[in-house]
RNA sequence: CGGAGCGUGGCGCAGAUGGUAGCGCGCCUGGUUUGGGACCAGGAUGUCGCAGGUUCAAAUCCUGUCGCUCCGACCA
């Protein structure tokens, strides 16, 4: 493409709305454009990164043994009340009526349109197993949409789903899917890793994320250096207190303390002298709409999906201070297990480990110290309730933990029968009997994977793709657009690429070089290719590699062999960091 | 939805105590420049988010409303 042809609008300063630095730069190189919250367009620059990124996945979709489809974005409300979706989904499910006065929604994600297709099709074992993919725009109409293209509602997905006829053949799909995703992301130059991870609304047995490393990750990694044991922090097992570790010492009377205004477990600690450990913080929330009150130690935190899956719930929300006031009969800040009237009281592992602790009252300004839970309070059951902190022993060989954050880029399920059940798509074995397809589902966020590039692959001057990402591979730049032989050097050499299968962007503007460079290096093309009317004198061509900013100079006499030798070398480069 | 903040030329912003809108970048014209976001001169562009209200007078004060961003519950 030539430049002054092209659409790509680039800024000097970053908007305002941009928080995260891939934000800011997929704005400033002229790539997106917001429409609204959450909704951006394309610009060519950005069309084709997402087409960069889309064909490598379909490239290893096809190579699984996947077959691509294209489902549709607008599907009417009976299937998903069939599958019950209609009711869990929530308020993501953008849902709408048609002239008819018909229920609809915009598919957020495609497990019933598939299903449907499936149970129309297949009737025997002889037709599994069976792959479908898709690459399309999904819509969900998130709470919060933010950091751009990371958390949009609108976002580019792949989605995939597998079918089977049993266990052991879902298992196989599964892990096709799972060494595709290695290959892909390998393929595309993220530095990821795949953990342990909660499956969440989808629904389903077991799942695994793919999780690009950055700091501006929304999550958080727990791994073990000893034993590649990797989960997300939802997910990360922890392991109860050993016996030898317990001390059962039972602790001597309870006793009231005064604690004027102290609401937070550090003010409560600071006040008594003692440690935040050293107290029980007691967590009212509702799961499903009925009270429970959740013990973890002073200084662990809850972990609210472990809490939903330990009392199979769908929906956990925090007690509102009017509900606490209730419940407890204290204000925020003094609840406390020993005798409150909340029914259900689950308390985390870890508070197994002693007996005397310092709890909430009940009673404004009042905590209890000498509290054991077993003597004093009705613990319903115990269980593992808090998020893993980092240091804490793996749950595989006990080694110290480090936590990470990551953006999610993949998702793979293993979703069992719980769509083919509910919407019925069955197939007839050997013996003639009919049974539920096993499924599996796969996601990657294109556009989301185009962020997190951008996210990990980056400096003060804007973007460094990796080549397989790259808008073009190669940004020609001529510094003399008025100077004919300059140009019509320029033009041969963008020829010459065009012709080896190589995607250039010819700076043909009439700019000045300092524009010219500094677009360059924000577009972030993997190389740069300059030529000026001194170059051209002395017979050079000057080469940048972006990434590492070493610059050489190309014989025009050696052409062929000095830009394939600097070509390859580049490439190589990227390769091995 | 709860908490915080912001809406003023295309972009980034300034406009106390009310007096009829300005700066930088960008854009247009001409000239001088031309290897890391040039300089000079001239020029265009605003129903100050929207709707009410107070006032002789509102970007500024009041009320409502819409939109956006950020912090917490969702997920690719």
Known sequence: MRFSRYFVPTLKEAPA?????????????????????GIYSYLPLGLRGICKVAAIVREEMNRAGASE????????????????????????LLRFKDRHDRDCCFGPTHEEVVTDIIRGEIKSYRQLPLNLYQIQTKFRDEIRPRFGLMRGREFIMKDAYSFDRDDEGADKSYRAMFDAYCRIFSRLGLKYCSVEADSGSIGGSFSHEFMVLAQTGEDLIISCAACSYAANVERAELVPPRAEDIDATEPGEIEEVFTPSQQTVEEVAAFLSIQPSDIVKTILVYVDDS?????????????????KHFLNGQVLRFANPDEVKKLSGAPCGFAGPVKLKVGNIIADNALK???????????????????SLLRDAKITEWGDLRRMEKGEPCPRCGAPVDARRGIEVGHVFKLGTK????????????????????????????????????EQNNDEDGIIFPPPVAPFEVMLLNLDVKNEEVSAKADEIYEYLAAKG???LLDDREERPGV????????????????????????????????????VELSLDAW??????????????WKNS
């Open 291 to 307: 009270p429970v009150a959740v013990l973890v130690r002073g200084d662990h935190e809850m972990n609210e999906v472990k809490v």
């Open 516 to 551: 010219k460079f500094k677009d360059a290096d924000l577009l972030g093309s993997p190389m740069q290719l300059v030529l000026g009317r001194k170059g051209l004198e002395r017979g050079i061509v000057e080469a940048k590699d972006r990434r590492s900013g070493m610059k």
């Open 419 to 454: 769509y083919s059940e509910a919407l019925k798509a069955n197939y007839v074995d050997e013996s003639g009997e009919d049974r539920p397809i096993i499924m599996g589902c796969y996601g990657i966020g294109v556009s989301r994977v185009l962020a997190a590039c951008i």
């Open 69 to 92: 489809v294209l489902l549709p974005a607008v599907q009417p409300a009976d299937l998903w009340q069939e599958s019950g979706r209609w009711e869990h989904y929530g308020k993501e």
């Open 17 to 37: 709305e941009a928080e995260v630095v891939s934000h800011k730069l997929l704005i400033r190189a002229g790539m997106v454009r917001r429409l609204t919250s």
């Open 353 to 371: 480990a002693r007996q005397g602790w310092v709890t909430g009252a009940n009673k404004e300004d009042l905590h209890l110290k000498n509290v």
């Open 560 to 573: 062929d062999k000095e830009f394939a030798d600097w070509h390859a070398q580049v490439l190589e480069g």
């Open 502 to 504: 190589i995607d250039v």
